[in-house]
């Protein structure tokens, strides 16, 4: 049969992520009943834009985050490939990460500058044809509430990891660095739950997170099972 495709754009998040987090508007149950696939799908992919006004006070700031973006992106790509549930081919064709490991901050900045609003180069993990954004093309779609929240929580610390840190630093950092950015509830429970990319014990959490740990199959797994795999 026919499958046919819809766009669904969310308003911008302009408070706290976990206060969004808390809200009872639950579009996720409303697709899922009209037969929406999502993760499911052959080609859904989740976006996540980002205004460019906050990764630095000025354009020098602002490309500097972008490049150590694009380290982190580089450097953890095998446990960001696994957290964003596509397959290898999948990511390459429709998000592919840049490969920096032997780019100098300066050539990388260079690549930025050349693939900015050029509306011909948006297939890369990091796309920055907007002129007021810069979009995370990587994730897969999902219909299940907690994955998304933790995606978002996720690109917000990358964001603020790169924006704090050299890129010496992000050269050198670790996977479990850019979940400690903030302890988000979710994205916690994402990571060492329904994707096995870091342990409790990194993270510096209770082995047993209270009530979340009880209702993780509700909150995970919804009606796409093939969402959680090792």
């Avoid at 954004?133 to 509430?145: C, Q, S």
């Avoid at 994955?147 to 050198?172: G, K």
Wanted: with cysteine; hydrophobic share 35%.
């Amino acid at each position: 049969h026919t499958l046919y495709s819809a766009l669904i754009e969310s308003q911008p998040v302009y408070h706290n992520i976990t206060d969004f987090s808390r809200s009872s508007f639950d579009i996720f149950s409303i697709c899922r009943k009209n037969g929406f696939l999502s993760h499911n799908a052959p080609h859904c992919g989740l976006h996540v834009h980002v205004n460019r006004d906050s990764l630095g006070c000025n354009h020098d700031e602002v490309l500097n985050t972008c490049v150590n973006i694009l380290i982190l992106l580089d450097r953890h790509r095998n446990d960001i490939r696994r957290f964003t549930r596509r397959t290898s081919s999948s990511l390459r064709e429709w998000g592919s990460i840049l490969d920096v490991t032997n780019s100098g901050d300066e050539d990388i900045r260079a690549w930025i500058e050349d693939h900015s609003y050029d509306h011909d180069d948006r297939y890369t993990a990091l796309n920055f044809t907007n002129s007021n954004t810069v979009e995370f093309r990587i994730f897969r779609g999902t219909l299940v509430r907690d994955t998304f929240i933790a995606t978002l929580q996720f690109v917000d610390n990358v964001c603020e990891y790169a924006l704090t840190h050299t890129s010496d630093e992000c050269r050198n950092s670790e996977f479990v660095d850019l979940i400690n950015v903030h302890s988000y509830t979710q994205l916690n429970d994402y990571v060492v739950d329904a994707r096995r990319l870091a342990t409790r014990d990194q993270l510096g959490i209770p082995r047993i997170q209270s009530s979340h740990r009880n209702n993780f199959a509700d909150r995970f797994d919804c009606t796409n099972p093939c969402e959680i795999v090792a």
